[in-house]
Structures are given as structure tokens and as C-alpha cells.
């Protein structure tokens, strides 16, 4: 295997995965996600959490965001799945640690994560090396994004039934990609079975925010381009829903992430709120 190092997840799937963890570890309960895997898989360190970028107050707004895209999309595919849809396809996978987490809804579905080789194996391999495998249902399918390799067909080669209807998400993606490939992306899953699902986020332009949460945005962007992977897209959700449409979607709607903070957090007492900026796509075919 290659050196580790040149082969982790890159920073931004790293800092994810901890603030799924922090959220665990510093909010009270009812937790809106559990999940400390991440943290297992990335081994960040003991004094991770003296980071700058993990600092409790600060980074609470963004930490809130972050479990309140992974719940929702969670609920998504219980739903899916008891609806009997049996695939699930996560693009640009990274960390994500559904398939550990939650292996009684999983082991019902073929899950296929997607992501760039390098990673890719790297995940592979810490997953063997803590005790979890890779069991028949889940697929660790590499895809060289740079090498223009088709996901699709990679896919398939990986056991993919394109004839069945697929639950396919996309978070934290798109704001990296030219509005061109994401418009290229949406036009090959709009073509998938009728009965397919897509569940995809998207960052809105700075003065579509509240005023408070501007500043987190700036301190994103430039932590991006810091770590060579600047945010180049952001969307209007009229901007996005029509990109689905032109590609081909039946439905698309625009799920705001404020709806998704009172669906989660009305209850709290603690004050934590996610922040603005990220909203979501959902559309069928």
C-alpha cells in the first residue's frame, strides 16, 4: 500500500468526521448524531481537540450543520430502504461511517461509496484494521475524478444495477466542482431508474446568509483555499433547482437547512442551532 500519509482524506473529511465526534463529546444529549467512528478511523491524535478549527464555542454553528446534513440524509435512507429500495450510492464518501453505524438498515441495501483511489484504500484498510471489515453488502468503489474515469461505470463493474431504483447522496461536494460538472453529474443520475432518489448539498452565495453566520463562511472559504481545495460554486436555490430540472429530474425540491434546524434542534435548550449556508436538493426521477 501506498505511503499513508499521501493517501489520508483530505483536511475538509477529516474535520467532518471530528465534529461528528465533538458534537458527542461537548453538546448535551438529545444528540442529533451519534457517531465517533470518524474519529476512530482518522486517528487524529490525543490533543485533537485543541485544534483551532475544533474549538467548542466557535465552531458550534458549523458542528450543528454538519449532524443535522448527516441525520437528515440518515432518516432518508430508512426511509428509502423501508420503501424497498436496496441501493445507495454516496459520491465523494469519504469518512462517512453509515454502514458501521447503522449495519441493521445498511446490511438491508448494496451500499457503494465512492471516492478517489488514494483515500479509498486508505479507508479500506483502517476499516480492516479496527475490527470492521468490509462486509458483502458494502462496496468500496475508487474512482479517479482526475483521470475523468466514468463513476458510473465503475459502478457497475462494482455489481451496480442500474435497472433498480437508488438512493444517491452528495454532501459537502459541489462547492468544489465548476457548476459544469455538477450540471454533468445530475444529468447521469436523472437517468437512473424511475424511483430513484438524490439527495445532494450545495453552499448559498454569501448574501443569501444571515448576517451572523457570514463570517464562518469567510473563515470556510479561506481554510479551503489554505488547504488547496477552494470552494468554486455556490448556488441560489433557484439556480440549483433548475439545474435539476434541465438535467432531466421530474421532482426537485429545496430543502432549506433552516427547516432542517427546526426539524432537529426546536426542542433544544441549550442554544444550538446549525448554521446558514448549506441547503439541500431533493429530487426523484
Not at 223 to 238: H, L, R, W
Amino acid at each position: 500500500m501506498a505511503d499513508e500519509q499521501t493517501e489520508m482524506p483530505d483536511s475538509t473529511a477529516v474535520r467532518t468526521a471530528l465534529w461528528r465526534a465533538m458534537h458527542v463529546r461537548v453538546d448535551p444529549p438529545p444528540h442529533v448524531l451519534e457517531d465517533e467512528i470518524g474519529l476512530r478511523l482518522a486517528a487524529p491524535g490525543d490533543d485533537w481537540r485543541r485544534r483551532p478549527d475544533m474549538e467548542p464555542h466557535v465552531t458550534s454553528a458549523l458542528r450543528a450543520a454538519v449532524v443535522t446534513r448527516s441525520r437528515f440524509i440518515e432518516d432518508l435512507i430508512a426511509d428509502q430502504a423501508d420503501r424497498g429500495v436496496t441501493q445507495y450510492v454516496i459520491l465523494g464518501a469519504g469518512l462517512d461511517t453509515f454502514a458501521q453505524r447503522r449495519p441493521e438498515i445498511a446490511s438491508r441495501l448494496r451500499v457503494f461509496e465512492v471516492d478517489q483511489p488514494g483515500p479509498q484504500a486508505w479507508k479500506r484498510h483502517r476499516l480492516v484494521e479496527l475490527g470492521y471489515g468490509i462486509p458483502d453488502w458494502l462496496h468500496l468503489v475508487p474512482v479517479d475524478f482526475e483521470a475523468s474515469e466514468d463513476w458510473l461505470e465503475q459502478l457497475a463493474a462494482a455489481g451496480f444495477e442500474p435497472g433498480r431504483p437508488t438512493v444517491v447522496v452528495s454532501t459537502g461536494v459541489t462547492m468544489y466542482l465548476t457548476k459544469d460538472a455538477t450540471a454533468a453529474t445530475l444529468r447521469q443520475i436523472a437517468g437512473l431508474a424511475p424511483g430513484s432518489t438524490l439527495a445532494m448539498t450545495f453552499l448559498l452565495p454569501a448574501e443569501l446568509l444571515d448576517d451572523a453566520d457570514r463570517p464562518g463562511l469567510r473563515a470556510s472559504k479561506e481554510g479551503a483555499q489554505a488547504s488547496g481545495t477552494p470552494f468554486i460554486s455556490f448556488y441560489s436555490p433557484p439556480e440549483m433547482l433548475a439545474l435539476a430540472r434541465e438535467a432531466g429530474f421530474e421532482d426537485a425540491r429545496h430543502v432549506p437547512g433552516a427547516s432542517l434546524a427546526h426539524r432537529y434542534f426546536a426542542r433544544r435548550t441549550d442554544g444550538l442551532r446549525p448554521s446558514s449556508g448549506e441547503d439541500l436538493l431533493l429530487a426523484t426521477t
